[in-house]
């Protein structure tokens, strides 16, 4: 709408006539459509896993109850071990790289955008087991764990209560950089790191069990949250040749599903099978060209990915658990495995993306 304001010519002064600067305008912040691939990614591969735990789980862990679904269900855990760091390593480009806050109020609006969607889907879930009297304690007391740290049924959660303080950290270090005074945010972070101390003292104190402290971060989601914002941020062209990357990482998911059936289930995030895995998908994925006819798709899925993670676990519990038998042979337990795959990774997105259009975002993800 143009300016209808009228405008006077300026009258002749003796004081000398003073150049205005031109107004700089902040350039442009590229949009990484590889980056909304990998969110995308993330979240199929992550549901992919979880429907094969349920096929582990059918077994008791034990091939002898049943070859065929037992490795069906390791075979599927071992195709998505790299998902949870790539969420620790997109965090810490966005914050680092990507888009860097400009100001603590901006910084807890990511913040609240991402704390919020936590509760919700902890309070829905936890509705939703009672409903189902699948809660094993009562849901008060759920309910007060939740706020330390991730219950069931909303396990699949617990990556949460790292990734928000992280994103606070690496954004409290970059406002302090650029001259900025975060002091709510200093304060925030430093709650939380005394969080633990206070309640364990509060129960030697009382006698009183208290709540295991969940906030906080190991040096491995650290790492892979800076590590990420440095390969992410690698120039287009840096990467000549990925054929060695592509040979590497099926040997990964081979290493991946021999440690989860010979030595332990499930594989740590900081294994350096993990890690190199996950290097792998990066390098992969980061910089890819996406087709422009492509982009619009990509973008309105990778929108809903988030939510379609949070939801994911619902279709997992009520429509994976009650399929899945031992008895399947191992073509069966394939067949079946890729199609209660496709019926999770179709109903969570259709969810997400039916919130979306009702503007629920902001408060289920």
């Known amino acids: 709408m143009q300016n209808e304001t009228a405008v006077r010519l300026p009258q002749q002064s003796s004081a000398p006539a003073v150049e205005s600067a031109p107004a700089e ?96 889907w902890t309070a829905i879930y936890l509705v939703w087991a009672f409903v189902r009297d699948r809660n094993e304690r009562p849901m008060t007391e759920l309910a007060t764990d939740a706020l330390f740290g991730s219950v069931q049924p909303a396990y699949h959660l617990w990556f949460m209560y790292n990734y928000i303080p992280i994103i606070a ?63 992410f941020a690698l120039p287009a062209g840096t990467l000549r040749w990925r054929w060695p990357l592509v040979a590497l990482l099926p040997v990964t998911m081979a290493a991946c599903l021999w440690y989860n059936t010979q030595v332990h289930y499930v594989i740590p995030n900081a294994h350096l099978f993990v890690a190199v895995m996950a290097v792998c998908v990066l390098l992969l994925v980061s910089r890819i060209r996406i087709p422009e006819k492509r982009r619009p798709l990509l973008q309105k899925l990778a929108g809903a990915a988030l939510g379609a993670y949070m939801v994911h676990v619902l279709f997992v519990e009520e429509l994976v658990g009650p399929l899945v038998s031992p008895d399947l042979g191992a073509l069966e337990a394939g067949l079946l495995l890729t199609a209660l795959v496709a019926t999770v990774m179709a109903a969570s997105f259709a969810t997400s993306l039916l919130w979306g259009k009702l503007n629920l975002r902001r408060l289920l993800g």
Not at 68 to 85: L, M, Q
Not at 169 to 198: C, D, E, Q, T, Y
Request: contains cysteine; glycine residues 10%; charged residues 15%.
């Open 25 to 120: 305008t902040a350039p442009a912040r590229e949009h990484r459509f590889d980056v909304d691939l990998m969110r995308l990614l993330c979240s199929a591969t992550i549901m992919l896993g979880h429907v094969g735990a349920q096929f582990i789980a059918s077994t008791g862990n034990d091939a002898a109850n049943g070859g065929g679904v037992y490795w069906a269900g390791h075979v599927a855990e071992a195709i998505n071990p790299f998902a949870v760091p790539m969420y620790f390593a997109i965090a810490g480009w966005a914050v680092l790289v990507g888009a860097p806050p400009r100001d603590g109020a901006k910084m807890w609006k990511r913040i609240v955008r991402n704390t919020v969607p936590l509760f919700a």
């Open 169 to 231: 950290l690496l954004a409290f270090a970059m406002l302090i950089k650029a001259g900025k005074r975060p002091w709510r945010l200093g304060i925030a972070l430093l709650a939380i790191a005394v969080l633990p101390s206070v309640m364990s003292t509060i129960t030697e104190v009382t006698g009183r069990e208290l709540p295991t402290v969940a906030w906080g971060f190991g040096t491995y989601s650290l790492v892979y949250a800076v590590g990420g914002a440095l390969l």
